[in-house]
Nanobody, 127 residues
């Protein structure tokens, strides 16, 4: 049974940093694309960043480029999202997800392509 478990969220002030973790288990993720999304109440899920499990190549949304960095630790089967210079507009539930990737160059940004999802971790940024 595949499980994605996020952690690391919390309440911080504007300008602070947080590092989210996504512990993946239940299968080998070689050939998968791992993504971080965020969602506010009543809004659609928004792609934040993704990483190829096999190639390690990354892609970030323009809204977070230069502030957020996605990475992974194969030995720990864990994907991370380092978030710097946080702003109140970054307040959301952050979710980790896994999608089959048909090549190491695949970038998956649409929610419908993701097969597995975590429960999410809340990030709140105050002024």
């Amino acid at each position: 049974q595949v499980q994605l478990v996020e952690s690391g969220g919390g309440l911080v002030q504007a300008g602070d940093s947080l590092k989210l973790s996504c512990a993946a288990s239940g299968r080998t993720f070689t050939g998968y694309y791992m993504g971080w999304f965020r969602q506010a109440p009543g809004k659609e899920r928004e792609f934040v960043a993704g990483i190829s499990w096999s190639a390690g190549s990354t892609y970030s949304a323009d809204s977070v480029k230069g502030r957020f960095t996605i990475s992974k630790d194969n030995a720990k089967n864990t994907v991370y999202l380092q978030m710097n210079s946080l702003q109140p507009g970054d307040t959301d539930v952050y979710l980790c997800a896994a999608s089959v990737a048909y090549s190491t160059a695949t970038v998956v940004t649409n929610t419908g392509s993701y097969r597995y999802w975590g429960q999410g971790t809340q990030v709140t940024v105050s002024l």
